[in-house]
């Protein structure tokens, strides 16, 4: 689970109107992710959290009703992406919230390696992501796909260009 220790960020609140705007923009604005029907459930400078619902559309395996594994990898890599938006975000409490949401328009996945541990069965899916290094360029991040119980499903790392 993810459990690196917390940021020198993570003493920050967001605004309400900075976690609208993430909302807006990850889950309306970036069409693919409203057809993973992924939702965030948490922000914080340190970690994000969200779910994606099982829908037949997402099956990959249908004698086992198993989540299709790029639906995983999709949802980790957006994950990802948005904690490197919070904690730019966090980096940049000095802005105005939505200067900051205008921070993110270069951001883009360099990497992408997701590990499949276990069959994604369930009715419900939690993912998990934090940054592990944000540099003027290149974040990294690690990130987890969770049965809705908790279990680890799937994990992965990335790298995203940002600037």
């Known amino acids: 689970m993810l459990k690196s220790g917390p940021p020198v960020e993570s003493y920050v609140q967001f605004e309400p109107e900075f976690v ?3 909302r807006e923009v990850f889950e309306r604005q970036v069409a693919f992710n409203q057809l993973l029907g992924l ?24 004698a086992y009703q198993r ?6 990898s999709a949802g980790l890599d957006s994950m990802g992406g948005l904690a490197v938006m919070a904690a730019i975000g966090a980096r940049h409490m000095d802005d105005a919230p939505l200067q900051r949401l205008h921070r993110f ?32 360029r290149v974040a990294n991040t690690r990130m987890e796909f969770l049965a809705a119980d908790g279990g680890l499903l799937s994990t992965g790392t990335a790298a995203y260009i940002v600037s």
Do not use: C, K, N, Q
């Not at 459930?41 to 997402?58: D, N, S």
């Not at 989540?67 to 995983?72: D, L, R």
């Not at 541990?117 to 998990?128: A, Q």
């Open 39 to 62: 939702r965030i459930t948490e922000v914080r400078p340190e970690r994000v959290e969200g779910r994606i619902a099982m829908r037949p559309e997402l099956i990959g395996h249908a």
């Open 67 to 72: 989540i299709h594994g790029g639906v995983i």
């Open 20 to 22: 609208a705007g993430l």
């Open 105 to 136: 328009s270069r951001l883009g996945t360099i990497d992408l390696r997701v590990d499949y541990l276990r069959p994604g069965i369930g009715s419900e899916f939690i993912l998990r992501a934090e940054v592990l290094r944000l540099g003027s």
